[in-house]
């Protein structure tokens, strides 16, 4: 017997199990794949799209964006199955470090917008950035505005 417990990251269904005592265990295999998550504006959340890629080189995936896609999350998993009294089950988990890479766009400071964009109309931009520790904002491709983080890549425009 096993128990299995559901979770989720990146739109796939993770399965988590513990096997009992009594349980058959035979066959397990793994695979590695990479997933990538497309953002596209949205009206008040952004929009997502997940599928499979063959890789990690993220000016190939840059090219392969949705035209409205501002951004992307690339992560690679390990699948585990194991055929346990008959049945398969699928464990996956992360593998390394996500990172959120933009497709082209424009970074901007605090003291950046100030100097810029004199005439105030920055100005709930501004006080996001400082109530919110933003370091930075990136306008993006798109022309919507998102809080740019030090982790964060910002590729070309493809």
């Not at 959120?100 to 400071?109: A, E, N, Q, V």
Request: with cysteine; proline share 4%; hydrophobic share 35%.
């Amino acid at each position: 017997m096993f128990r299995a417990t559901l979770s989720s990251a990146f739109g796939q269904t993770i399965f988590h199990f513990n096997l009992e005592e009594d349980s058959q265990m035979t066959n397990v295999t793994s695979r590695q794949f990479t997933l990538v998550t497309f953002y596209t504006p949205g009206s008040f959340m952004p929009n997502e799209s997940t599928k499979e890629v063959p890789g990690l080189d993220t000016e190939q995936i840059a090219a392969m964006a949705p035209k409205n896609a501002y951004s992307f999350i690339v992560q690679e998993f390990i699948e585990k199955t194991t055929t346990v009294d008959g049945e398969d089950l699928k464990k996956t988990e992360a593998a390394g470090q996500a990172h959120r890479y933009y497709i082209g766009g424009k970074l901007y400071t605090v003291d950046e917008l100030k100097a810029e964009f004199t005439d105030d109309s920055k100005s709930t931009l501004i006080s996001n950035m400082e109530g919110n520790d933003w370091p930075k904002v990136i306008l993006c491709r798109t022309g919507n505005w998102q809080p740019f983080y030090d982790e964060d890549i910002l590729l070309d425009a493809a």
